[in-house]
């Protein structure tokens, strides 16, 4: 498999996602408004759970609201993401690679990104994700040189300003909306703000 290319809307989601529930797993998807074919564009994500990520319903039910809304917006799932709950285990775990493997069942070239908690903090230098591809029916480390997230200083910035500002608790997951159904699980509102931060310096996300 070729590149793949994590926009800034997808990477600052999955990462306030992480930290808005520092002690949890969480999960997502990955999207992307690409048409199939080359490299993988993720243009953005969609989290879902924060908390039971192993209850098959629930994931059923939010992957199946994703698929419908991806139908109406030209949008494509493209792979999946989580983050464990212990920051020093960034290893697929059973539910991840069953969830993973049943998005590559629909996507050839499906990625699977593990976000790592102990590259988290403010100040490090490159992005804390650590992305599998799949080979001959299994998950495989990626080659890190053929993940690209452009402008990613910037992208960094957007996602510590967000924190900072206290915006993070913008994001919600299909877990936050199946509490209150009133809770947008596109994130909307999210989306807006970072489009609004990153077009001086990116002039797109």
């Not at 290319?5 to 999960?27: G, I, Q, T």
């Not at 936050?176 to 990153?198: M, P």
């Not at 077009?199 to 996300?205: F, I």
Request: proline share 4%; with cysteine; net charge negative.
């Amino acid at each position: 498999m070729g590149e793949v290319e994590l926009s800034c809307l997808a990477y600052v989601k999955m990462y306030l996602h992480a930290c808005l529930f520092p002690r949890c797993s969480v999960n997502g998807v990955l999207l992307s408004s690409t048409p199939a074919g080359g490299a993988v564009c993720v243009t953005d994500c969609v989290p879902l759970l924060h908390s039971h990520l192993s209850l098959a319903p629930i994931t059923q039910l939010a992957l199946t609201q994703v698929d419908v809304w991806c139908a109406q917006t030209q949008q494509r799932i493209v792979g999946y993401y989580q983050a464990n709950a212990s920051v020093s285990d960034s290893s697929p775990t059973p539910c991840a690679l069953k969830i993973a493997d049943k998005i590559a069942e629909q996507c050839s070239n499906a990625v699977m990104l593990m976000i790592d908690g102990s590259k988290m903090s403010v100040g490090y230098r490159v992005p804390p994700i650590v992305m599998y591809e799949r080979k001959d029916s299994r998950w495989t480390l990626k080659d890190k040189h053929t993940i690209m997230l452009h402008q990613w200083e910037e992208t960094r910035a957007i996602a510590n300003q967000l924190l900072e500002s206290g915006d993070h608790t913008l994001l919600v997951d299909f877990d936050s909306h199946l509490d209150d159904i009133t809770k947008d699980w596109t994130n909307q509102k999210l989306n807006a703000k970072i489009a609004e931060l990153a077009s001086p310096v990116n002039g797109n996300v």
